[in-house]
């Protein structure tokens, strides 16, 4: 069923208020997460946080149980982080301590979508054990060229790290034809699903990735301070908490460490139990919406705006790939983008402005310094879009040639 967009105005709160195209930065919370996480304040605030706490266990144990329905996997192959960073680093982290142990000559394998902070870790990481980082190489569209990946592969590739949806553009990467060449070889598979989980359907098993990592306040709506980790079983046999405490590992009688087997094991004793319940709240949100709706809404909106965008002087849309997110980015001829989004701002429309500093590989590839990114939701409008555009061509013409 498509998506009823006057409900879901009304039950955002913030589209009252800002014209919010920076989905991609962070999407609105509906009505629903705002409750669910402060009334669990209020009751820590009332009860104890303890006390509040151990009452909520259901809803906090369904944020796991609606994470593994969102992603087809198992709860216990779920954990919950506090960050795409905290995330990913759990599970690469986790990975490069266990089974992944990398040593000289070994190659990991990435693509010029990769986050910069990802990019960093798997470099430092190769770089502390004489392994390589190396590139896939990119086809004419923009994405890693799968033929490339499937010559570069042999028995000294230890993982293959793939960004889903590139922070910087609207490409969507062809995650389930990695995972295939990834499974056939054996090779793990580490997907970082920060910009598409949320608005569209995502399922380890079609994709084959091991190890997926997002944070919950981008598409998926939930709070900042929210994260998910999912871990193949088959690869938790084999990991090793690299952060040891008393929620990772247990003592025994006879003074064994004894490390938890299920992907709870990357986290640690304390955590906001709002933000959990409210993880939660959000995933049941998007699943009763349906992701497939999700997607065709947001696939249709950001097509729209990309048509639009091309209508404006000096404008240029940047991006690429044949499958298309709700990312949009563009440039503007002549103007600073961090002057186009304060502009913007200061007649409430966000959007925001991204640098090298976050994708490197890809903005090079690009030949970009800067880029705009308007990404849509499933509470934007069409109208929204046209104020947007009429908003850019204003502020192009008054900034003259
Ligand atoms: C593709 C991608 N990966 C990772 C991250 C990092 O997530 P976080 O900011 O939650 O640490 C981002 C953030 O924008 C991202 O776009």
């Known amino acids: 069923m498509a998506i009823d967009v006057a409900l879901m105005r009304a039950e955002t709160p913030g589209c009252e208020m800002v014209r919010h195209f920076n989905n991609a930065g962070g999407a609105l919370p509906p009505r629903p997460v705002l409750d669910a996480v402060i009334s669990h304040l209020q009751r820590e605030v009332l009860q104890g946080p303890v006390e509040a706490g151990n009452a909520a266990a259901m809803a906090i144990d369904d944020a796991y149980t609606a994470a593994a329905e969102l992603l087809n996997c198992q709860r216990h192959e779920i954990a919950i982080a506090e960050s795409g960073s905290r995330a990913w680093s759990a599970a690469f982290g986790h990975f490069a301590l266990g089974s992944g142990r990398f040593g000289p000559g070994d190659r990991i394998l990435t693509s010029a979508s990769e986050w910069a902070g990802n990019y960093i870790a798997l470099l430092d990481a190769a770089r502390a054990a004489g392994a390589a980082v190396e590139l896939i190489p990119t086809g004419p569209d923009g994405t890693p060229s799968i033929d490339a990946l499937q010559d570069m592969i042999d028995d000294r590739v230890r993982l293959i790290a793939l960004t889903h949806v590139a922070a910087n553009g609207g490409m969507v990467n062809p995650a389930a034809r990695v ?223």
């Open 179 to 401: 995972g295939d060449i990834a499974r056939s070889a054996g090779i793990p598979f580490l997907l970082d699903a920060a910009q598409s989980i949320g608005q569209m359907p995502i399922d380890v098993e079609v994709i084959g990735c091991d190890m997926l990592t997002a944070p919950g306040r981008k598409f998926l709506r939930a709070p900042r301070g929210t994260g998910l980790v999912y871990i193949r079983q088959s690869l938790l046999e084999k990991m090793r908490p690299f952060l040891v405490d008393n929620s990772s590992a247990a003592l025994t009688d006879d003074n064994r460490i004894v490390f938890g087997r299920d992907a709870s094991m990357l986290e640690t004793n304390e955590n906001s139990r709002a933000l959990r319940i409210g993880l939660g709240v959000a995933i049941r949100y998007a699943l009763s919406l349906g992701l497939g709706e999700i997607e065709a809404r947001i696939t249709s909106l950001a097509s729209y705006l990309r048509r639009q965008l091309a209508h404006i002087d000096r404008v240029v849309v940047r991006d690429q790939g044949r499958r298309q997110s709700g990312i949009v980015s563009f440039t503007i001829d002549g103007l600073p983008g961090v002057a186009v989004r304060d502009w913007l701002y200061g007649r409430q429309i966000n959007i925001s402005v991204g640098g090298a500093a976050y994708t490197p590989l890809d903005m090079k590839a690009r030949g970009l310094a800067e880029i705009l990114r308007a990404s849509v939701h499933v509470y934007n409008t069409e109208g929204e879009i046209e104020e947007l555009c009429a908003a850019l061509g204003d502020f192009v013409r008054q900034c003259g040639h």
